[in-house]
């Protein structure tokens, strides 16, 4: 009985897993010109890529206040 417990509860966490297939290496970063800070108080963002779906997109940077 606990031999049949034990498959079950394995079969029931084994049904939970999520494989992911591997991504391509990250991108090297894109150069951005950085624009003129807007006002005092901001600081900037680098640009930065991010997974989306099958594929790596290009976030670009901006200000953001402090």
């Not at 591997?22 to 890529?49: C, D, I, M, N, S």
Request: charge should be positive; aromatic fraction near 12%.
């Amino acid at each position: 009985m606990k031999h049949v417990f034990s498959v079950a509860l394995l079969s029931v966490l084994l049904t939970a897993c999520v494989v992911e297939p591997a991504r391509p290496p990250r991108p090297e970063p894109l150069v951005e010109v950085v624009p003129v800070q807007p006002a005092p108080g901001y600081h900037w963002v680098k640009g930065h890529y991010r997974w989306e779906g099958n594929q790596w997109l290009w976030v670009r940077g901006h200000w953001a206040p402090n």
